[in-house]
């Protein structure tokens, strides 16, 4: 029966494997619980949950799993529409009224006559005293009072139900992220060029031992410690059509920032133009002449550029193109200045691969670029990253 | 080592976080601790140790700390300066082999907790550079060929702050728990472990003020358990009179000794500006 809980897991994205599971079950044979459905919620939280963002998504799977489990109703969970459960109205009860309710049973006459009710019970039903639904008195539903009511979805209202796991206490952590910041760190790892430089504070022990030799009495030798090297210079696209991609573009950002310690970055709009900025809100006030930012960084800089590629076509081809300014050159002539000045150069392209092909602008840019555009997905870092690192020349 | 751990004298286990230290002392693996600063993560080994009776070996991570300097470091410039000065002790490798944190975890005569604090700090490999000996609890000592094992496996507790996301092969080997941010009732409790006696109503006024003030939308640093307990202090060393805190007085909107809740000055101006709008519209 646990098996089909870690199926249900990795079915719900949350990456279990054998060897949580084989934990668990050894942690179940040393009893490191009571056998309470609590402590074994607990526990297989422990086991199988290693990051808070999946902790609600447990949750929910637990509470399918350990419901089909539990009740032992047919080999499938039922599936009880929503619309039951949708608290509409309360049913206000007295003090009195509640004495009356007495309690159905223990647990499992609890669960069989669920079962009993529910095979039944054919549409939504509110208010009654027997039947699933909400706002009644009947033990199942929600919404509803009864000592040992069992909560099936919905708002707890009196907080007696017996579950803790439907509290979804974690719910606003849930925050899934396709590309995560380690992985797009290991991708961009590949960029590494251990190189040292800075001061001296490491002990070189093979020179000390030839110099020691030489010399006769010892001779320290010391060499800076090694670090990446890569210089990296990029171009981000803002605005407009780059909107829908801000939250990926940022996780790229913040990837690159925390890996290279030579990272320039400058911003542009659709396409690159005279001039850069590097604060959008004075995107106006402060720029940087393009020309400038050729002629500062030298030709060992990698360049990366962020961006859809989805313009009007003018505004690669014509003077005067851009959406935003007179341009005195057309784009073209600028991305082939910066494609001739550095030979390590790629584009990462946020947009699915497929959809490339529907857009002028991206043929003409990926001709611009000599191909080497790449879809900003983890293989196409990957992809691109190698291209960076390939020897130029 | 039966019995089991539910909570100590000085803090507050909710039940999860039983569950999960059970586990991992019992199973002995790593236990990762996650959480907002504040909420007891490094305080959660120094109990365990306590509740344990164990020696407790902390190993803080920095940004610069490798995986190796937890093993053994080898000083080899010491062995040089004395080769050079004709000592005896240049003879044995083992006198320049310096004893790292796990080394001295593993061969400690009684069982230790090993607490690895803020693992995140470290490089993105650290994480992957310990698979193997916490998993196997052994290594290897290649400048003397020995190989250090632990007799029993150490409890191992690891607490990260999420600056650094860890590689999935490392999470595996781990048992797991997120503290979260106490409620109001574990909260009191908290309070009651650490200020017996304290007057119900003052606990009372400056929880709903706390309180209030985490629910304050943008702070960059919202105040959690440890500033909560370090303003109480102050309340309580500053003989605080009750009703400062009970009719407070709206042209005085920010609390008293608010320093110990807001660590941030701008989060103290936006704090400032908000009262002020809530006083303009009070009137």
């Known amino acids: 029966m646990l098996l089909n809980f870690l199926d249900e897991l990795r079915a719900a994205g949350i990456s279990a494997s054998l060897k949580e599971h084989l934990t668990l079950l050894e942690a179940l044979d040393r009893e490191v619980i009571e056998q309470t459905p609590e402590a074994f919620y607990y526990l297989s939280r422990a086991t199988f949950v290693k990051d808070e963002g999946l902790l609600d998504r447990f949750d929910q799977v637990f509470q399918k799993v350990f419901k089909g489990v539990l009740t032992d109703y047919g080999q ?25 309710i007495k309690s159905l049973g223990d647990w499992d006459e609890i669960m069989e006559t669920l079962k009993k009710r529910l095979e039944e019970q054919q549409g939504r039903h509110q ?90 009495f010892l001779d320290i030798h010391m060499r800076p410690e090694r670090h990446n090297a890569v210089k990296l210079l990029l171009f981000l696209d803002v605005g407009g059509s780059m909107d829908p991609h801000i939250k990926l573009c940022e996780e790229l950002f913040s990837a690159a920032n925390a890996e290279f310690k030579n990272l320039e970055f400058f911003y542009f709009h659709n396409c690159l133009y005279e001039g850069v900025w590097k604060d959008n809100r004075r995107r106006w006030a402060e720029r940087t002449k393009t020309w400038d930012v050729l002629h500062k960084y030298g030709h060992d800089y990698k360049i990366v550029f962020v961006g859809d590629a989805a313009m009007s076509p003018y505004e690669i081809s014509h003077p005067g193109g851009s959406v935003e300014h007179m341009n005195e050159e057309a784009g073209h002539v600028w991305l082939s200045r910066v494609t001739h000045t550095y030979p390590a150069c790629v584009w990462l ?25 790449y879809p900003l997905t983890l293989e196409g870092l990957d992809d691109a990253m190698r291209e960076l690192s390939r020897k130029q020349g | 080592m039966d019995q089991k751990f539910t909570g100590t004298k000085n803090y507050v286990a909710t039940d999860d976080l039983k569950v999960a230290v059970n586990a991992a002392v019992m199973l002995r693996r790593p236990l990762l601790v996650k959480g907002e600063p504040g909420t007891g993560k490094t305080v959660l080994a120094h109990e365990i140790a306590k509740a344990t009776g164990a020696p407790l070996i902390e190993w803080n991570v920095k940004s610069t700390t490798k995986a190796q300097q937890g093993l053994y470091e080898y000083d080899a410039v010491a062995r040089l300066r004395d080769g050079q000065l004709g000592d005896e002790r240049v003879h044995d490798i083992s006198n320049y082999i310096r004893k790292g944190k796990l080394w001295e975890a593993f061969t400690s005569p009684e069982l230790p907790v090993l607490l690895i604090d803020e693992i995140d700090k470290a490089d993105i490999e650290f994480p992957n550079d310990l698979l193997q000996e916490l998993d196997r609890m052994s290594f290897d000592v290649y400048e003397t060929g020995e190989r250090i094992e632990a007799k029993e496996r150490p409890i191992v507790v690891i607490t ?50 706390f309180y209030e003030l985490r629910e304050v939308p943008g702070l960059k640093k919202k105040p959690s358990t440890s500033e909560l307990l370090d303003w109480l202090k102050l309340l309580l060393v500053e003989d605080m009179p009750l009703d400062i805190l009970q009719d407070r007085d709206p042209t005085k909107a920010i609390p008293p000794l608010h320093g110990a ?23």
């Open chain 2, 160 to 209: 990260s702050n999420n600056e650094k996301e860890l590689p999935d092969a490392f999470l595996r080997r781990c048992f797991f728990h997120y503290i979260k941010f106490p409620d109001a009732d574990t909260m009191r409790e908290i309070i009651d472990v650490h200020f017996p006696g304290i007057q119900k109503n003052l606990v009372t006024k400056a929880m709903e003020i």
């Open chain 1, 76 to 100: 499938e969970a039922v599936d009880i529409p929503e619309d039951w459960l949708k608290a509409v109205a309360e049913k206000f009860l007295s003090a009195e009224e509640m004495e009356k």
């Open chain 1, 127 to 216: 208010g009654g005293n027997k039947w699933i639904g909400t706002g009644g008195t009947s033990p199942f539903g929600n919404g509803g009072y009864n000592p040992e009511g069992v909560r099936i979805g919905g708002e707890s209202r009196h907080k007696r139900a017996i579950k803790v796991w439907e509290k979804r206490e974690f719910a606003n952590l849930d925050n899934t992220k396709e590309l995560g910041t380690r992985n797009i760190k290991m991708a961009l790892r590949r960029l590494r060029r251990f190189a040292r430089e800075g001061a001296a504070d490491e002990l070189d022990l093979d020179a000390t031992i030839r110099g020691t030799a030489r010399q006769g």
């Open chain 2, 261 to 283: 809740l807001l660590k941030n000055e701008q989060d103290v101006m936006m704090f400032e500006r908000l009262a002020f709008m809530a006083r303009r519209q009070g009137r």
């Open chain 1, 349 to 373: 392209n946020p947009e699915p691969q497929r959809i490339w092909d529907y857009s002028q602008s991206n043929k003409m840019v990926r001709q611009l670029m000599n191909d080497r555009m």
